[in-house]
């Protein structure tokens, strides 16, 4: 690789680790700030959760060194968090359907690192997500234009969800070229700017322009 090239591919290997590490801190933070979860698709974190879940355990699985995966357990524990905050402030799953949902999900890693399943069910498996990743991207998606308010969605951690597809597309694009992780990044890349587009578009109105509205009608 030239001398342009390497540094720019430990730049963007750096950036998203590092960003993967609080991706969904302004998420978390929205939440917690407005003692709800209302905006949030509670699905749409499952159904990511599950995706990185098998993701990390996959990679787990057959020894692959950490650093080309280590963002996923910092992606896994902040799902966590979040579902944990969502539930904790009230949401439209109940908590006894999630914690049996996180059971099957402990169940399925296990499989996975402990060698028990068989290598073409581990394949189907790690296929799976770049499907997995786009559909919990539309239900969030939905959750925003069927409510038509981005109330309670953080843009940031959607903004930090689209740099980190465009560095792994850079990344896989020089290394390996491969056409799969190319397609998932870049579909994630497209539902990721349709949610900040959609969530900029449906923000809800600023304290001051309630403020004006109401002076306006009176």
Do not use: H
């Not at 060698?115 to 239900?139: H, W, Y």
């Not at 843009?155 to 980190?164: D, G």
């Not at 539902?191 to 322009?209: F, G, M, R």
Request: with cysteine; glycine share 4%.
């Amino acid at each position: 690789m030239s001398l342009v090239i390497e540094p720019l591919i430990s730049i963007a290997n750096i950036s998203t680790i590092l960003l993967s590490s609080f991706n969904k801190v302004p998420q978390i933070s929205t939440v917690l700030k407005a003692r709800s979860a209302i905006g949030l698709s509670i699905y749409s974190v499952l159904i990511e959760l599950t995706g990185y879940c098998i993701t990390m355990s996959y990679f787990i699985s057959y020894q692959y060194a950490l650093p080309s995966f280590l963002e996923y357990p910092f992606l896994v524990t902040q799902d966590v968090c979040l579902v944990a905050a969502a539930l904790y402030f009230g949401t439209q799953v109940g908590s006894v359907l999630v914690l049996g949902y996180a059971g099957l999900l402990v169940c399925l890693m296990t499989s996975m690192i402990g060698g028990f399943l068989a290598d073409p069910v581990m394949a189907l498996l790690v296929s799976s997500t770049t499907p997995i990743s786009a559909v919990s991207k539309i239900v969030q998606l939905l959750a925003i234009t069927r409510r038509k308010s981005s109330e309670g969605v953080s843009v940031a951690a959607w903004m930090i969800s689209a740099y980190c597809c465009c560095t792994r597309l850079l990344t896989v694009y020089i290394e390996t070229a491969d056409a799969a992780l190319l397609s998932n990044f870049g579909i994630s890349l497209l539902l990721n700017s349709c949610i900040i587009a959609a969530a900029i578009y449906y923000a809800p109105p600023t304290s001051t322009a309630r403020l004006n509205k109401t002076n306006k009608n009176d």
